[in-house]
């Protein structure tokens, strides 16, 4: 027998000698038809008793990988000849669907090793000003529902507990009215575009996104087999004009642009919502921070304006909680919950049941509103103090977008050169600022160099150092 085998310790001695024999079995280090030693004698080999060694013979005979012969010994079994190493065939099996691998990544953003010293990466949130402690007891509450109820599966559109938090919570700050029945429960507002893409589109069928835009819910609208048309945006939000007649989705970031963070204006909001009625497409409304508004008076979501019911609402808990948490919802038109409910049972069943029952109870406790308000107070203390820096320390190099609400804000690069935007990026990476490019989310429009800077998941001591590094940074540049 040429297999090494190796004991640790003196537990599960047996165990230990079954799979390494059962390993070498499969990959093929012990071929079919080879005779293997005595139980007595591997015993010895081994320092183990015989029964151990007997034990572990009679399971690999009982499953089929060995064969005893009376008075002749213990051999592998020649079936396992169809187990034996193969060379590598490239056609094997059948290569992905083209779309796969064509699909551009979701975000544009550079992978680093490590996270640098000043991150302004966005759409990310400070964990460290989350109320982890109650969170707890929302958990544990959780924990003792489920230890109460019989095991089984959920509805797919969520738990009623949660829904109805997240009805009520709606009603009152984006005044979108809704049934808690109207409400389903998703994996991140991901997973609900991509179930109402699932639902609304055929292959094919257009779909129009703003450009610049969100590229994960492009790509996942291309992943659907849709034929996705840029739409530039301007001041007010996305062209209505520019719109191709024929598209089926218009997919839409209304309170706060992503990545520019301008506000859709009402006049363009009421736009839309003619635009598509008359030619019966559907608006999906990426609410997905909208929460955070700190300027002017509150904006009317697109839903709470539908009279025709042609707009489903997108929200997300990623940037009021964490990312991590995985929870978002979708309230789609009347027309489309029944088919929005089942393609959501079909794709993963039901989402998390104790971290819905968590996040229900957190949010009808009243701790999820008080949250909000901190949350609110620091970023608009964050905000204020980066717009500050990009207007006077950085603003030789950098101009700030209007914006009003949500967790980033966005600077052009001054002048018209092209690789402004990835020479910015590069003098700060190397002096420890994580800054962003918002390039390559542009599609067809005509890109302008500019970085994308949050303050989720970034102090004001951050800001404040990171900004004067990135001076210095770029300090030797021409202005």
């Not at 992943?223 to 062209?239: E, K, L, Q, R, S």
């Not at 363009?268 to 921070?289: F, M, N, P």
């Not at 819905?356 to 901190?374: E, N, S």
């Not at 800077?453 to 940074?473: M, P, S």
């Amino acid at each position: 027998m040429n297999v090494h085998l190796t004991i640790h310790g003196r537990q599960g001695l047996a165990g230990q000698i079954y799979r390494q024999l059962r390993a070498g079995v499969i990959d093929g280090r012990l071929a079919p038809g080879e005779r293997l030693p005595s139980t007595r004698e591997l015993a010895t080999q081994l320092g183990v008793s015989r029964k151990t060694t007997l034990d572990v013979f009679e399971r690999l005979v009982a499953e089929g990988y060995l064969r005893s012969r009376a008075g002749d010994g213990t051999f592998v079994a020649e079936e396992m000849t169809r187990l034996a190493p193969r060379p590598p065939r490239a056609a094997l099996l059948r290569p992905p669907v083209e779309l796969w691998e064509s699909l551009p990544d979701a975000l544009p953003m550079p992978s680093r090793d490590r996270p640098p010293e000043f991150d302004f990466l966005g759409g990310v949130t400070d964990k460290a000003l989350f109320p982890f402690d109650q969170w707890r007891r929302c958990v544990s509450h959780a924990l003792r529902v489920l230890a109460r109820a019989p095991g089984g599966y959920r509805d797919p559109a969520g738990e009623q507990d949660l829904r109805l938090a997240v009805s009520r919570y709606l009603a009152f700050s984006r005044a979108v009215v809704c049934n808690w029945q109207d409400v389903i429960v998703t994996q991140g507002a991901q997973q609900a575009i991509d179930l109402l893409a699932r639902v609304a589109l055929r292959p094919g069928d257009v779909v129009a996104v703003e450009d610049p835009g969100y590229p994960p819910a492009r790509t996942s609208l291309l992943a659907a087999g849709a034929t996705v048309v840029p739409v530039p945006v301007d001041g007010d939000g996305i062209v209505v004009d520019r719109l191709p007649a024929e598209a089926r989705i218009v997919y839409v970031t209304p309170s706060h642009q992503f990545p520019l963070g301008m506000p859709m204006s009402l006049e363009r909001r009421l736009a839309l919502l003619d635009w598509a009625q008359r030619h019966g497409a559907l608006i999906v409304e990426d609410d997905y921070d909208g929460e955070f508004r700190f300027e002017g008076r509150p904006v009317e979501s697109l839903k709470s304006l539908d009279q025709a019911g042609v707009v489903a609402y997108v929200g997300t808990f990623s940037k009021t909680i964490f990312p991590e948490l995985r929870v978002g919802y979708v309230i789609p038109p009347a027309p489309l919950g029944a088919a929005t409910r089942r393609a959501k049972q079909i794709g993963d069943r039901h989402s998390c049941t104790m971290t819905q029952t968590a996040l229900a109870k957190f949010m009808l406790d009243g701790y999820f509103a008080k949250h909000l308000r901190r949350m609110h107070k620091e970023y608009a203390a964050r905000r204020a103090l980066l717009r500050h820096a990009l207007q006077h320390e950085l603003s030789p190099w950098l101009t700030p977008l209007p914006s009003s609400a949500g967790i980033h804000l966005v600077a052009e690069v001054r002048g018209a050169d092209p690789a402004a935007e990835a020479m910015v990026i590069a003098r700060a990476a190397a002096a420890g600022v994580g800054v962003y490019g918002i390039s390559g989310m542009y599609v067809a429009s005509r890109s302008r160099p500019g970085l994308l800077f949050g303050y989720g998941g970034i102090g004001t001591d951050g800001i404040r150092a990171g900004a004067d590094r990135l001076k210095t940074a770029l300090g030797r540049l021409p202005s």
